[in-house]
C-alpha cells in the first residue's frame, strides 16, 4: 500500500475502533431513559475508547516516519476517494489528548447539565468520533468530512446549553469556521485537479509551481488561522469560549484549536513548502502580534472565562510562531505547546466550570478570596495558573523554551517580542491566581471540591508536572516525524 | 409490440393512475382514495424501478429510453410517492377535490416523465405542457378559500404560458436555421450559428422554458408568490418534481451540445452566479418558510447550473447526483412544514421556536435537512456540491466555483436561523406535537436518505456517469 503507510498489523481495525466506538455508543444513549444511565454509559465509553487508544501508544513505533495502523478501503471510486487512516507522531498525542478528554468531559458536566442530559452526552461522544476522524484521515474528503461534522454537535453544545448570548455566539462560530473551511474546500479541489486523487500523503512534496502553491497556501492559511485562531480572525473564539457550557470550552479550546496548527504543519507546510517559506515572515509577525495583543486584553479582563479565552489567543500565537520559524526546535516546540495548551487551559476551563455551578459567576471579583474557602481548588487552580504562564517545572515551559531556541535561530527581533509576550502571560495570569486566592476577606459558605471533581483533574496535575519535569518521552516519540518533515522543506523549498 | 409496452411502462402506469382517479372522481364513493393512491404510487415506483433497464427508440426517435431518462423517471417516481404518503392528514384539500387532486398530480407526473423521455420540440413541448396545466389547476385547491391562493394560481399560469410561449418562439428560430425538431440533428448543426448572435439567442430563448421550471434567476419571479399561496402539500410538489425533469433536460441538451461555445458557457455561468447570488441574499430576509424555501430554491437552481455548465460527463452525473439530493432535502424540510401546520396554513418562522422541546424528531429531520441545503458534510448536500464544484473546476470555471462557494457561506446564515430557533428558543406554544407511526417512518426514511447520499454514494456515482 504505498510507500507512506504501514498497514495495521494488529488483529482489529484500531483506528476505525477508535473513530466509531463513540459513535456507536452514542446512538446507544438514544434508547435509553434512565438520565443515570445515560451518564453512566456515556463515561465507560468514554473510558473503554481511552483504553484502546492507549493501545495506539503501546505499539506506536517512533523510529519511523511513516504513517502507522493504516486502514484503507475503497470508498468512491469515480473520484477516487478512499477511506484511508493512518498516524504518524503529529497526530498519536492529539489522538490521546482527545480520548482522555471525552470521559473527563462527561464527569465535569454530571451536575452541571440538568436538562436533556441525553442529547449532551450525544453530542460529547460524537464529538469525539470526528475529533479522533480528523487526527486520523489521509484523504482530504474523509478529513474534510470530519472536519465540518465536528462544528455540527459544537454548534449545538453551545446553542442549547450555552450561556445568555448564546445564539449570537453560536452562529458567529458557525459561520467564521465554514468561511474558511470553504476555502479549503476550493484549495482541496484544486489540488485533486493537479495529482489526481484525494490522497493526503500522496499530493505531499510534489514539485508543483509556485503560483499555484501560492494559492493554495492562501486558501489553507484562511481556514486553519480561523480555527487557530490568529489574530485578526480570532474574534469568534472569546463569544463562543465564554458562552459555551464548560465541558464545550474544553472541547474547543483543547482540541478545536489544535485543528488550525495541525493543519498548518499536515497541510501547509508539505504540500506548499515553497510558499510557507514565502509566507513565514507574515505568519510569524501575526503570531507576535497574537501573543502581545492577547496578553494586553487578558490584562483588562474581569470574567475569568473570558480572560482564559484569550490567553488561548497568546499560547496559540506561541505555537504557529513555532510552526513559522521553520526549524526543527520551532516544531516540536510547536507540538509540544499544542498538548501542553490542550491541557492546561483544558483543565483551568473545568476549574472556572467547577467555581461557577457554586457562585453562579464567571466575574473574578464575585470569585475571589477563596484561598481558605477552598483550599484543594485554590491549590489546583494554582498549580495550572503558574503553567499557562510557563513556570519553570510545568509543562509550558518545555514547549515554550523550544519554541523560543528555534525562533531566536530564525528571527532575533521576534524572539525578543515573543520573550515580553512570555512575562505578559505572566503577569494576567498571577494578578489572576492572586484574586482568587486573596481577592476578598469576607467569609463565604461554598463547598470545597468533591471527590468526582478532584478525580477529572488529578490527570492534568499529573501531566503538568510529568511533561514539564520528563519531557524526553513525548520528544522522543514526535521527533523523528518532525525530522522527517524538515529535511523535506529544505530540499522542497530551496 | 410487448417490447413496445414494456418499454413504456411506467409512463402506462401513470396514465393508468391518472384514470382510475379520474373515474374515482366521477363516482360517488370517495372514503378510500387516500389508500388507493398510497397503493397505486408505490406500484409505480415499483414498475419505474423494474423497468431501469429499458431502452429504445419510439415513435421515430422522437422519444428516448434510455439509462438516463429512466433514472430520473425513477426521481420523478421517488418524489411522487413521497408527496402522496405526505398528503395523509388531509388538511390540505377541499374533501371534495381529493381524487380530482390525486388525477392532476398523476397527470402532471406523467407530463414529466415524458419530458425527460423526449428528444423531439414537439414531443418537449407537449410533454412539458401537460405537466404544467395539470400543476395550474392544482394550485387554487387549498382549503378555505382565500384569494391568496387564487392570486397566486393566476400568477402561475401567466408566467407558466409566457415562459412557454418563450420558448416556443426560441424553437421556431431553431427550426428555422437547422431544418429540424429532433435535438440530435439540431445540435450537429448548431455549432456553426453559435458564432451569430441568432444561434445563442435562439437557444437561451429555448432554455427559458426549463429555466422557469427550475426557477433560474430571472426567470424566478413565480417561485415565492406560488410557494406561499398554493397549499402545503402542492408547493412541496412544485418545488422538487418539475425542477428534476427541467434538470434532466438541461443536462441531455448539454451533452448533446458537445463543443461548448465560450459565450453560451459565458451566458450560463452569469445566469447561475445571480441565481445563487440573489436567491441566497433575498432568502436572508424572509419570515415565511415556504417563501424561504423558495428562494433557496432560486439559489440551488444555480448550484445545478454549476454541473450543466461544465458541460462534462463529470458535470451532468455530478448535476443528476445533485438534484437527487435536492429531491430528498426538500422533501425534508417541506414535511416539517406540512406536519407542523395544524390546519394547513402557512408557517412563518417564529412557528418553529422551541420545535427541539415540542418534537424533537421534527427538529431533528428539519436540521439533517436543512444542514443538507447548506452543503455541510456528513449530508447529501455536501456530497452534491463537492462533486459539482470539481466539475466546474476540472473544466476550468474556477470563478463560478469560487461565488458558489461563497453563496454557500452566506446561506449557512438563513439556514441557521431555522435551527437557532427550532433549538435554542423557547417555544410559544408548549403543547407537544404528536406524530403518527406512519409520519415517524417517513421522517426516519428521509433522514436515513440525505445521509446515506453524503456518506455512501457507492454505485450512485457510477450509475450516474454511466447515464450520461
Known sequence: MGNYLIMNSLNFPILST????????????????????????????????????????????????????????????????????????????????????????????????????????????????????????????????????????????????????????????FIYTL????????????????????????????????????????????????????????????????????????FLASVLLKMGTYGFLRFCLPVTPQASLYFAPYM??????????????????????????????????????????????????????????????????????IIYERTHSREIYDNAGLGKIMPIYVGFFGLFSISS??????????????????????????GFFAVVGAVLAAAYMLKLLKQITWGREDKRAIKDMNIREVAYLVPFAVFVVWMGLFPAPFVHTIEKTLTHLITQMQVFSP | MRGFIMTILPELFMLFF???????????????????????????????????????????????????????????????????????????????????????????????????????????????????????????LRKGQTRIQLEASMKYLFFGAISTGIMIYG?????????????????????????????????????????????LFPFHFWAPDIYEGASNTTTTFIATVPKIAAAALLIRIGTLASAADPAFVTILMVLAGLSMTFGNLVGLVQKDIKRLLAYSGIAHAGYVMIGILAMSRDGNAAAIYYMAVYLFMNLGCFYV??????????????????????????????????????????????????????????????????????????SIVYYFNLLSLSYSKEPVATESIRLSFHEKALCYVLIFLVLYLGLMPFGLTQLFSAAV
Open chain 1, 18 to 173: 477508535t473513530i466509531f466506538f463513540p459513535l456507536v455508543g452514542a446512538l446507544l444513549l438514544l434508547i435509553m431513559r434512565n438520565d443515570k444511565l445515560v451518564k453512566v454509559t456515556a463515561f465507560m465509553v468514554g473510558v473503554a475508547n481511552f483504553v484502546v487508544s492507549l493501545f495506539l501508544y503501546i505499539h506506536f513505533d517512533p523510529t519511523t516516519h511513516l504513517f502507522q495502523f493504516g486502514e484503507f478501503a475503497r470508498w468512491i471510486p469515480t473520484y477516487n476517494i478512499n477511506y484511508i487512516l493512518g498516524i504518524d507522531g503529529i497526530t498519536i498525542f492529539l489522538i490521546l489528548l482527545t480520548t482522555i478528554l471525552a470521559p473527563l468531559c462527561v464527569l465535569c458536566s454530571w451536575t452541571a447539565i440538568e436538562h436533556r442530559v441525553k442529547e449532551f452526552m450525544f453530542c460529547i461522544l460524537v464529538m469525539e468520533s470526528a475529533m479522533v476522524g480528523v487526527f486520523c484521515a489521509l484523504d482530504f474528503i474523509l478529513f474534510y468530512i470530519f472536519w465540518e461534522a465536528m462544528l455540527i454537535p459544537m454548534y449545538l453544545l453551545i446553542a442549547i446549553w450555552g450561556g445568555p448570548q448564546k445564539d449570537y455566539a453560536s452562529i458567529k462560530f
Open chain 1, 179 to 250: 468561511f474558511g473551511s470553504v476555502f479549503l474546500l476550493v484549495a482541496i479541489i484544486a489540488i485533486y485537479l493537479v495529482t489526481g486523487s484525494f490522497n493526503i500523503p500522496n499530493a505531499m512534496f510534489r514539485d508543483y509551481s509556485f503560483n499555484f502553491q501560492f494559492w493554495v497556501f492562501l486558501a489553507f492559511a484562511i481556514a486553519f488561522a480561523i480555527k487557530v485562531p490568529m489574530f485578526p480572525f480570532h474574534t469568534w473564539l472569546p463569544a463562543a469560549h465564554t458562552e459555551a457550557p464548560t465541558a464545550g470550552s474544553v
Open chain 1, 284 to 353: 510569524v509577525v501575526l503570531s507576535v502580534i497574537a501573543i502581545i495583543y492577547g496578553g494586553f486584553i487578558c490584562l483588562s479582563q474581569t470574567d475569568m472565562k473570558k480572560l482564559i479565552a484569550y490567553s488561548s489567543v497568546a499560547h496559540m500565537g506561541f505555537a504557529t510562531l513555532g510552526i513559522f520559524s521553520l526549524t526543527l526546535f520551532g516544531f516540536e516546540g510547536a507540538l509540544l505547546q499544542m498538548l501542553n495548551h490542550g491541557v492546561t487551559t483544558g483543565a483551568l476551563f473545568f476549574c472556572v466550570g
Open chain 1, 389 to 414: 504562564f510557563a513556570f519553570p517545572g510545568t509543562n509550558n515551559f518545555v514547549g515554550e523554551i523550544y519554541i523560543l531556541i528555534g525562533t531566536f535561530a530564525n528571527d532575533k527581533v521576534a
Open chain 2, 18 to 140: 391518472s384514470f382510475v382517479f379520474l373515474f374515482l372522481s366521477i363516482g360517488r364513493r370517495r372514503a378510500d382514495v387516500f389508500k388507493w393512491a398510497k397503493v397505486l404510487s408505490l406500484l409505480g415506483l415499483v414498475v419505474t424501478l423494474v423497468s431501469i433497464n429499458g431502452r429504445g427508440n419510439l415513435f421515430y426517435g422522437a422519444y428516448k429510453v434510455d439509462l438516463f431518462s429512466q433514472i430520473f423517471k425513477a426521481l420523478i417516481v421517488y418524489g411522487f410517492v413521497f408527496v402522496i404518503f405526505m398528503l395523509d392528514r388531509k388538511n390540505e384539500i377541499e374533501e371534495d377535490y381529493h381524487a380530482e387532486y390525486f388525477m392532476f398530480l398523476g397527470f402532471s407526473t406523467l407530463g414529466l416523465m415524458m419530458l425527460v423521455s423526449s428528444v423531439e420540440l414537439i414531443s418537449i413541448a407537449i410533454s412539458l405542457e401537460i405537466s404544467s396545466y395539470s400543476l395550474y389547476v392544482i394550485v387554487p
Open chain 2, 171 to 215: 424553437m421556431s428560430y431553431l427550426y428555422g436555421m437547422t431544418h429540424s425538431t429532433f435535438l440530435a440533428n439540431i445540435m450537429f448543426v448548431l455549432p456553426k450559428f453559435l458564432v451569430q448572435p441568432i444561434g445563442i439567442l435562439a437557444i437561451v430563448l429555448t432554455l427559458t422554458g426549463f429555466f422557469f421550471k427550475l426557477s
Open chain 2, 337 to 410: 412544514v406540512l406536519l407542523l401546520s395544524k390546519s394547513g396554513e402557512n408557517i412563518s418562522l417564529n412557528d418553529l421556536s422551541g420545535l427541539a422541546k415540542r418534537a424533537p424528531l421534527l427538529a431533528f429531520t428539519l436540521a439533517v435537512s436543512a444542514f443538507s441545503l447548506a452543503g455541510i458534510p456528513p449530508t447529501g448536500g455536501f456530497t452534491g456540491k463537492l462533486f459539482l464544484f470539481t466539475s466546474a473546476f476540472k473544466a476550468g470555471y474556477l470563478p463560478i466555483v469560487i461565488v458558489g462557494a461563497v453563496n454557500t457561506v452566506i
